[in-house]
C-alpha cells in the first residue's frame, strides 16, 4: 500500500492529515516514538512503557500531548491503522526518482 503511493502527493497529504501538528511539534521526535511503541504494542499501556522505559503514567500524559496535536484519540482501536500507517509513511526516505 505505502511503495505504491511512495513519493506522492496523496501520501504526503495523508500523512499530514493524519498526523495533524505532531510531525512539526514534535521537534525530537519522542512522541511520535511513543505513538509507534504504543500501536506495535497493540494499544498495551504497559507493554509500550515497559518497551519504552518509562512510568505508564508518562504514557498516559504523552498519549493526550498526541491526542491534542493529532486531533484524535490514540487509545481508540478505531484509530489506530491509520496513525500507524500514517507514522510508517512520515518515517520513509525520499522516493527514489522513477
Excluded: M
Amino acid at each position: 500500500l505505502l511503495f505504491r503511493l511512495w513519493g506522492s502527493p496523496d501520501l504526503a497529504a495523508f500523512t499530514t492529515d493524519a498526523l495533524g501538528e505532531l510531525a512539526t511539534r514534535d521537534r525530537r521526535g519522542t512522541l511520535r516514538r511513543t505513538l509507534l511503541a504504543y500501536l506495535d504494542a497493540g494499544g498495551s499501556h504497559v507493554d509500550a512503557a515497559s518497551r519504552l522505559g518509562i512510568h505508564r503514567n508518562t504514557l498516559s500524559y504523552r498519549l493526550k500531548q498526541i491526542a491534542t496535536l493529532t486531533r484524535c484519540e490514540p487509545t481508540n482501536p478505531s484509530t489506530h491503522l491509520v496513525l500507524h500507517l500514517a507514522l510508517l509513511a512520515a518515517s520513509l526516505p525520499p522516493a527514489p526518482d522513477s
